[in-house]
């Protein structure tokens, strides 16, 4: 996105930044049937910040897929109960039966051949304290490494496996849950599509190990491209209060979802936005 593009004002609502490179709240917009120019000010500010908030949105399911669906074709979670209707819809609930476990940083479904472009959470149901999702700038995890661990990592790919989280919530082995969803290579080092920049695309939640380095230097590598997204600097955090909705780009930011609540209840809905395939280009 050209610098004159992300400094053109918006008309259909106001952008108030969270942090310096990351974050914004849209203030003003319904989200219920938002006007086709208003849906193409959004995309600009979720390239522009890489994850976008709304306040106080009173929309239903079928308004919240509707919504997605202004961004591409919509992805179907494998942990998304089979006979449940509205199937693009992935509910995230925890309570006292169920403590919060997406407290890892992670990019969503890396596992695909095509991971997703963004995803969309809306709140359902938020505990009376904590529960908030913190995200993270991996463009700028990516330029503030050295010179030359930037070179070095830019040549580099890394494994990505679905069954290092969701073998045992689905029931599965892990064999077999590759043999649905196979082994994925990624560069370490992706280029955004869109925007063009370039950022650190590796996970603590369903990265392997990286292509051609030994056990060793695969895992110290791993762990300190990982602590980038650790760098306060880089990120911003989100309080959620019910109607609030997240809008993330899966392919310039990962999550955290603060597990800090439980026993209380927390209860999100997610759709997801299918996305192509990750490449590096110098």
């Not at 930044?17 to 120019?37: H, K, M, R, V």
């Not at 609030?244 to 990962?254: E, K």
Request: aromatic share 10%.
């Amino acid at each position: 996105m050209s610098a004159a593009l992300r400094n053109e004002p918006y008309r259909h609502f106001d952008a108030r930044p969270l942090s310096p490179t990351i974050g914004a709240e849209l203030i003003g917009i319904d989200l219920a049937d938002p006007p086709a120019e208003a849906v193409a000010e959004v995309k600009r500010a979720l390239l522009d910040h890489k994850v976008v908030f709304f306040r106080d949105q009173a929309i239903t399911r079928a308004q919240h897929i509707a919504f997605a669906r202004h961004f591409g074709e919509l992805e179907i979670h494998p942990a998304t109960p089979k006979d449940q209707l509205d199937r693009e819809v992935l509910r995230i609930e925890h309570g006292p039966d169920s403590k919060g476990r997406e407290n890892a940083w992670h990019s969503d479904v890396t596992w695909r051949a095509e991971p997703s472009l963004g995803s969309i959470l809306r709140a359902i149901e938020v505990p009376p304290v904590g529960g908030d999702t913190l995200f993270v700038d991996m463009v700028a995890a990516y330029e503030n490494l050295s010179p030359e661990m930037r070179r070095f990592v830019c040549g580099l790919t890394a494994v990505h496996d679905i069954a290092r989280v969701f073998a045992d919530p689905l029931g599965k082995t892990a064999e077999d849950l590759r043999a649905t969803y196979p082994l994925q290579e990624h560069p370490v080092v992706r280029t955004h599509p869109e925007t063009g920049r370039n950022l650190l695309y590796v996970n603590t939640a369903f990265t392997s190990h990286i292509v051609g380095l030994s056990k060793k230097e695969s895992d110290w590598l791993l762990a300190h491209l990982y602590e980038q997204a650790a760098i306060p600097e880089y990120q911003c955090r989100f309080r959620w209060a019910p109607g609030s909705i997240a809008f993330w780009d899966n392919r310039a930011c990962q999550h955290y979802a603060a597990s800090d609540y439980y026993p209380a209840r927390r209860v999100m809905e997610r759709v997801t936005i299918a996305g192509d395939r990750p490449f590096y280009r110098a």
